[in-house]
């Protein structure tokens, strides 16, 4: 019995096969497995934005080495996907063309506040983008490119009075274009060598603020200049019309010593002109011609002619005033009075009346 129940025993605590150790190593990791796998997936998203930078449209980056000497200034990273090691850093540098506002206060040169308001537009250069990054930092238009711009315009508006900025407006534009480089200055085999950091392409004037007073001055002169050419312009017409009154007094006495030098002919046969031209008339009037010396003196009735037999059938038994028409009057020559004649008796005649 004891060497049956030895041999049993052994048959017991016969070791374990390779898969019954393998299942239970697994057992026993398991946790820790899923632990660092978890551990893994964390510190991959912690790390990612610091392992995969894009460089987007625009824009340039600028290497910070941590453990390999700081800012890289030799070499500019490019649009795009860059992975680099999570302790270094990549910062983006945008290279196109920006615009700021920047509005600030200045004092003219008789000590009046005036409020101006202008427009930068600036980009950095790419070469020196390395050095940009190191000397000043991302927010380089705040630390230089500002202080820099209210300091031109202070030294454009400070030697001018306020009352002339508006007067000189194209002086002031290009005295503001000359906007000086701001850069580094390099020694080298050569001496020193100054490299710009950015440049200012633009620098443009929105607007000046006056105070109210010299508003009110610049405003009332503009008036008084009005007024002054309004009174000017009256002075000119007042002597254009003196002109043309002289000129039509000239007309009239050089008309007049015309008219006094006609001869009592041409009277004459005026006269009868005008007598033929009021003949043409049906209208009854009565004309005096003559008066002269050694002129004809003559009477003519010029009456109606007769209505035809049919218009006189057709007349009613009273007779009913007939309304004269208006005479049309002709210009006559200017009457001249010769020396009065002596009284020469009139011949008196009476002229047929037409046949109908």
């Known amino acids: 019995m004891t060497v049956q129940s ?25 946790f820790v497995v899923y632990l660092l796998l978890v551990l893994l997936l964390l510190t991959i998203g912690f790390l990612w934005n610091r392992m995969f930078i894009v460089i987007p449209a625009g824009f340039r980056g600028v290497m910070y080495r941590t453990v390999q000497g700081g800012t890289v200034t030799e070499r500019i990273w490019n649009e795009g996907l860059h992975v680099i090691p999570p302790w270094d850093k990549l910062t983006p540098y945008e ?8 509005k600030f206060n200045v004092l003219s040169d008789e000590g009046l506040s005036l409020g101006v308001q202008v427009v930068v537009r600036h980009r950095p250069e790419e070469d020196m983008l390395g050095y940009l990054q190191r000397d000043i930092g991302p927010d ?7 202080p820099e711009v209210e300091a031109h315009i202070r030294r454009t508006f400070g030697g001018r009075p306020a009352h002339e900025i508006y007067a000189s407006v194209r002086d002031v534009l290009q005295e503001m274009g ?20 950015l440049y200012v392409q633009e620098l443009r004037l929105i607007s000046v603020e006056l105070p109210k007073i010299v508003e009110d001055a ?9 007024l002054m050419l309004a009174y000017r312009y009256k002075l000119e017409r007042e002597e254009k019309e003196a002109d043309r ?17 006609i001869s009592p002919d041409m009277l004459k046969w005026r006269s009868i002109d005008a007598s033929l031209e009021l003949a043409k008339s049906p209208n009854s009037k ?11 003196s003559m009477q003519l009735n010029l009456g109606d002619a007769p209505p035809p037999a049919a218009a006189r059938e057709a007349a009613p038994t009273e007779a009913t005033p007939p309304v004269a028409a208006p005479v049309p009057a002709k210009p006559l020559a ?23």
Request: glycine residues 8%; without cysteine.
């Open 334 to 356: 200017p009457k001249v009075e010769p020396a009065k004649p002596k009284p020469a008796a009139p011949i008196v005649g009476a002229v047929p009346k037409p046949k109908a």
């Open 6 to 30: 030895s041999a049993m025993h052994e048959e017991e605590e016969a070791p374990p096969t390779w898969r019954e150790r393998l299942r239970d190593w697994l057992n026993r990791v398991q």
């Open 95 to 102: 290279v196109r063309l920006t615009q700021h506002t920047v």
């Open 178 to 197: 000359q906007f000086p480089l701001i850069g580094r200055a390099e020694k080298t085999d050569k001496g020193m060598v100054s490299r710009p950091y």
């Open 140 to 146: 380089y238009f705040d630390r230089l490119i500002k």
């Open 245 to 261: 009154k002289r000129t039509e007094a000239a007309g009239i006495r050089d008309f007049n010593q015309i008219a006094g030098k």
């Open 286 to 296: 009565v004309v005096v011609l003559g008066g002269g010396q050694g002129g004809m």
């Open 218 to 226: 610049i405003l009332e002169k503009y008036h008084q200049e009005q």
